[in-house]
């Protein structure tokens, strides 16, 4: 037997529906790919995409045939590469269209009493009962994976218990340094109370959660390291993402290849599930970060979980005693106690998000969310009182064969209040964090990956001007977008500044502008993100001299637009008399004006707009240019008199 038809057996383990789905998807994607074997678009297939999302990834088996068919991993999308062969994909593509029977859903069992049911304390049940659930019945196939992933993780959370591992671990930490600044913050908030005579500020506050402040932010500046892609081994280049191969012993989960883009020498980077080894490492994605940082929270004794999000994420919750609840703690982003930045900054639609701990697990998602029936919509894996069940049954088994009965009467009074915590967020009530213009995108990992993943907004205010000197009579700003750096130099060529990373020399974007490069292609070039229609970018010059003003300027950029999208550029200069002029760009490639005679300020921008569908916003490719080259993808150059 076939990989091919052992994948095609799997899925249709499925449901009879969910299988019907899935294989009128899978069946076009093959049909589209051998009628057009040399467009690139057919071979793609974007994870984000709503019928990924809903059809093939709940479903048993489809993604193990894709992989099988030749698609392989790249940042936001699944790719068949050019070279893969076909033979897979027509043998898949046969099996699809054959007549064939899958498993019929089974008879529901007459209803019994639920684990969760006999032990209202659950709070998996309290939230889930308001949504007028049957009683759960026997899982199906697509339920009984996704219950073996929660078993596993559940499992895992057991290694942090390793006493001679938290010894290693309590061991790298600088903890009388962390704990001499938690204690001068203290002092500092004591005195900034003292005046009001508000004592229950204070009492508020622990030194124990003080200390886990100073641990989180050390973890992030100081102890661990992220990695997108790893070094060349050879040259010290950097390296791109190539495909993915099973690990080959224990405590590493994956392999992935990476290939330089300067000597295409590969690169092994392994991923490590093992924290002992991470410990030593020190680097890694959110799954490692997490890993790493919750056998650090069990070193110093924290009451710590690791909470899964099932749209790929990971980060950890800690038990405060003064606050007397879970706190959120992401040691990727140093953010604590901030739970609804994933759905609000970081735009992602959650579905399951479920909290391991050494004592039980729980469904956290009520506390990330506050759009509760967005969220109900998309939890398609299992039913909800299946859930409830298997959550129950593991959590009272593992306390009941590893906690003492006074630890046991805690914890169930622990799940008391946090089920009521949850049942509020649920209803929807008001929320202390209910507002997003506090929640910004997320910050770890290269932009263009957390766009790419939907997860980063662009701050619109970046305001850098670029100064021109006093007594400077002519300067150059250069923009390369392959080596993603900025120059300034005078006449002479003198740098008088320079700028790594594009967002960090404009004054203002909008549109979720990022820096995409495709490693396939070897090209790389400025875009808008996908959900807008345009995107606006600008960068400010401006004369520090009073003396001094523009004379006249030039401008040479390059840029490629498809399918009836544009770019359009403009400049606008500032006179001191408060007045202003516009100055349209017909052609950016070679323009120069002396229309702006007589300002001290002016601001070039570039708008992007237009394309087709959902490509649309890879239409309009700024600064365009392959990664080999040394070229600049924008020149500004101005030259200033001295006022008459």
Known sequence: MSNVKRCFDLLKENDKKVYNEVRDVLSRLCKNVMKNPNETKYRKVRLSNPIVVDKILPAVGAMECLFEIGFVERDDHLLL??????????????LLSEPGQTKEPQTKPPAQKSCAAIHPTSPALAVSS??????????????????????????????????????????????????INAMEKMRLIQRGVKSTRDNKQVEDISIEDLVFVEVLAWFKEKFFNWVDSPECNKCSGKCSFQRVIPARGPGVSRIEIHRCTTCANTVEFPRYSDPALLLYTRKGRCGEWANAFALICRSLNYDTRLVWDYTDHVWVEVW??????????????????????????????????????????????????????????????????NLVSIITSLSENR????????????????????????????????????SDKDYHGRTSGSLAWRLSRQEAKIDSNSSHVWRIPSEVESIKLSYTASSDNYVLVDRSGNVLEKIEGWAKGVYEMNGGIFRKVENDWKMVYLARSPENQSGNISWNFEISDSKLEISNLSLRAIAAVFHGASIEWKIQGFYRNGQTKVVPINDSKEFKTEQLNGTFK??????????????????????????????????????????I
């Open 81 to 94: 590469p050019e070279t893969a062969s076909l033979s897979n994909l027509q043998e898949l593509e046969r």
């Open 130 to 179: 308001s949504f007028n659930l049957q009683t759960n019945v026997a899982p199906t196939a697509q339920e009984e994976k996704f219950f073996q992933q929660i078993r596993g993780q559940f499992q895992e959370v057991l290694k942090y218990e390793n006493t001679e591992l938290q010894n290693k671990a309590r061991a790298l930490i600088p903890l009388s340094e962390l704990q």
């Open 320 to 385: 405060s005693v003064a606050a007397n609840r879970w706190i959120h703690a992401d040691p990727c982003e140093n953010v604590l106690d901030r739970p609804l930045m994933y759905e609000k900054g970081w735009g992602k639609k959650l579905s399951y998000i479920l909290a391991f701990s050494k004592d039980e697990m729980q469904d956290v998602t009520w506390r990330y969310t506050s759009d509760q029936k967005a969220v109900l919509k998309r939890r398609k894996l299992c039913s909800e009182s």
């Open 399 to 434: 306390r009941r064969t590893s906690c003492s009965i006074p630890r046991q009467q805690y914890l169930i009074r622990r799940s008391l209040m946090e089920l009521v915590e949850l049942i509020i967020y649920h209803f929807g009530n008001n929320r202390k964090d209910e």
């Open 602 to 643: 002016i601001s070039l921008s570039a708008t992007l707009s237009g394309g087709e569908k959902d490509l649309a916003w890879q239409h309009a490719q700024l600064f365009r240019q392959s990664l080999d080259s040394t070229d600049h993808s924008i020149e500004i150059c101005i030259n200033t008199v001295k006022v």
